[in-house]
């Protein structure tokens, strides 16, 4: 057996597919909540409306602002066909994007979309493409780039744009919602803020990688895709003066986790823009995330490994056989957990 299979058996779980969450609740802070002690492993069930009551005083949230982009576009080639691209990498200054698409294609093809054309420039490692207007292409006739286990979703377009995106949405660039934070809501907000709980963003663009499967040589070097950051002066002087005066930090989501520990090395987050290829699994050393809002991810996945790596394997599958009989929601829509 090799070592990904090793790694990938010791993360599998049966999945009951009808908890799956094709929907997210209403209101969104409705969704239940699961809390769970590292240091007495005791968990219990609550909903987000209840988050304040459980998070310690003096606490930072810790948010990722990126904003989904309705990547996925069809083309259709000058032979007529048509052919499914999702743009991966957007560039709106330069009015191109990376993409992946389910047809060959080679350099100087132009295809249609709308009333836009689309010339491929590049076919390796995978396509770039130009075109006039890169924005009105996406928003006017791309598709939110849902995972696999949403496409019976009976959500439309127009509720999915609305819904596959959290109210800190404001910087362009995801191919998939930061989805732990998508149980926020304006008056859990207001509640938070009224009992003294800070909060402040950074922004990671997710891509096709957080999808893609564990590969051998993630296992071997100890790196997972590539993702882009950014994080503000001023986040990064409130996230280490909090560090520097013992009030913990939570990370909203597993992009955010990343986020903080890969500009947070030497215990200080650094701010600017950078890149992580962190895979955070048991035994790694966490540096500035001292807790982490989460939902319940897919078997055998690197963001499950993340998740172990602050309450060990298994006390992990303790928690999740746990969610599974109380018919917690599961994944993107699904339901979610506190560790502290």
């Known amino acids: 057996m090799s070592a990904l299979d090793e790694l990938l058996v010791q993360y599998n779980y049966d999945l009951p597919k009808d908890l799956i969450a094709l929907i997210p609740a209403s209101p969104r802070d409705s969704a239940r909540m699961l809390v769970y002690s590292r240091s007495t492993h005791e968990s219990l069930d609550t909903t987000f409306a209840h988050l304040a009551e459980h998070l310690p005083p003096g606490a930072l949230l810790v948010f990722n ?11 259709q080639k000058a032979t007529g066909g048509m052919v499914e691209l999702l743009f991966t990498d957007v560039s709106f200054s330069t009015n191109s994007a990376s993409a992946i698409g389910n047809a060959k294609l ?3 093809d132009v295809l249609r979309v709308g009333s836009h054309t689309l010339t491929v420039e590049e076919t390796l490692p995978s396509y770039r493409i130009a075109t006039d207007n890169v ?5 006017e006739s791309g598709h939110i780039p849902i995972p696999p286990y949403l496409k019976s979703t009976p959500m439309t377009e127009a509720e999915l744009r609305r819904e596959y995106q959290t109210i800190f949405a404001k910087v362009d660039g995801s191919i998939a919602a930061p989805t732990a934070s998508l149980h926020f809501t304006p008056e859990l907000m207001d509640r938070l803020a009224a009992r003294g709980i800070e909060t402040c963003e950074v922004t990671l663009h997710v891509n096709l990688g957080t999808f893609a499967p564990l590969t051998e040589e ?3 070097s100890g790196q997972l895709h590539e993702e882009q950051y950014e994080i503000s002066p001023e986040t990064a002087t409130r996230i280490n003066d909090a560090k520097h005066t013992g009030r913990p930090i939570i990370a909203v989501g597993t992009t955010v986790t990343r986020t903080l520990e890969s ?8 701010p600017g823009l950078g890149a992580t290829r962190l895979f ?7 540096r500035i995330v001292d807790g982490l809002i989460t939902n319940f991810h897919v078997p055998q996945s690197s963001l499950l490994m993340l998740v172990a790596a602050l309450t060990g394997r298994d006390e992990l ?3 999740y056989r746990h969610a599974i009989e109380e018919r917690y929601r599961l994944f993107s829509f699904g339901d979610g957990m506190l560790i502290l």
């Not at 500009?263 to 650094?270: D, I, P």
């Not at 955070?280 to 966490?286: K, L, N, S, V």
């Open 280 to 286: 955070i699994r048991e035994g790694f050393p966490f």
């Open 65 to 75: 602002d990126t904003k989904v982009i309705p990547a996925r576009v069809y083309a």
């Open 263 to 270: 500009a947070g090395t030497s215990g200080t987050v650094a």
């Open 106 to 108: 080679s350099i100087g």
């Open 135 to 139: 924005r009105a292409v996406i928003e």
């Open 317 to 319: 599958f303790r928690i």
């Open 218 to 220: 993630a296992v071997a």
